[in-house]
């Protein structure tokens, strides 16, 4: 299903996942903050994510929510919502428990952030509804195309995510102090909040 579109589409994609966004801060938060495995952990999240949203894409969820207002604003709205939830955790929870239960479920509770970061994420909605359809040409089968061009976005935005953990889990150790540690949490928070105000004003 390789049409004439395919490489534009890989270029767009690339540049659309290098706009600064809400996965970028979130995993340079949990990366230096909590370690690289978290962040390894986070990126699987995201990338399972995005792979739902392709999936559905293909069989035709992008259609029924260009066509319905409700069904849009609802994952609009829960994703700012989900965007500013997790801002607000991030801001009030200065001070890291070490619990062995949190520590043991660790990974999991990063992998399901990362989860639903992206199943409510309004970016990555609006690109498989208004973007991704740009790059199908009508003369091949759209679902195949779809299903090609959806796993090939869960492609470049997993290979950036996984080198903004690198990068940004080089800090950990620096920043494990309890009050850097807190001061780079509520920066993000505040950044993170920002983002899904930016969103809610930008996508209404």
């Given amino acids: 299903m390789l049409t004439a579109l395919y490489v ?4 767009t994609a690339l540049l659309i996942e290098l706009t600064p966004g809400p996965n970028m801060a979130w995993l340079a938060l949990t990366s230096a903050s909590k370690g690289r495995k ?9 990338a ?16 029924l929510a260009a066509s319905s207002p409700v069904l849009f604003g609802f994952l609009r709205y829960a994703g700012v919502a989900y965007l500013l939830w997790l801002a607000w955790m991030t801001w009030s929870n200065g001070s890291e428990t070490s619990d062995p239960a949190m520590d043991h479920n660790g990974l999991v509770d990063w992998f399901r952030h990362g989860l639903l970061l992206n199943v409510f994420n309004p970016k990555a909605v609006v690109f498989f509804i208004a973007v991704l359809p740009a790059y199908i040409d009508a003369d091949f089968p759209v679902g195949l195309q779809t299903l090609l ?14 080198a903004i953990v690198v990068l940004s889990g080089s ?10 540690q807190r001061l780079v949490r509520r920066i993000f928070a505040v ?4 983002i899904a105000l930016w969103f809610l004003r930008n996508t209404a």
Wanted: cysteine-free.
């Fill in 8 to 11: 534009p589409f890989l270029i």
């Fill in 38 to 46: 978290s962040g390894f952990a986070a990126v699987a999240g995201i």
């Fill in 48 to 63: 399972s994510g995005l792979a739902l949203l392709g999936a559905a894409s293909a069989f035709g969820l992008s259609e």
């Fill in 149 to 162: 061009l959806s796993f090939s976005y869960v492609g470049i935005a997993t290979v950036i995510h996984l």
């Fill in 171 to 180: 800090a950990h150790e620096w920043l494990a102090e309890g009050r850097r």
């Fill in 191 to 194: 950044m993170i909040a920002l």
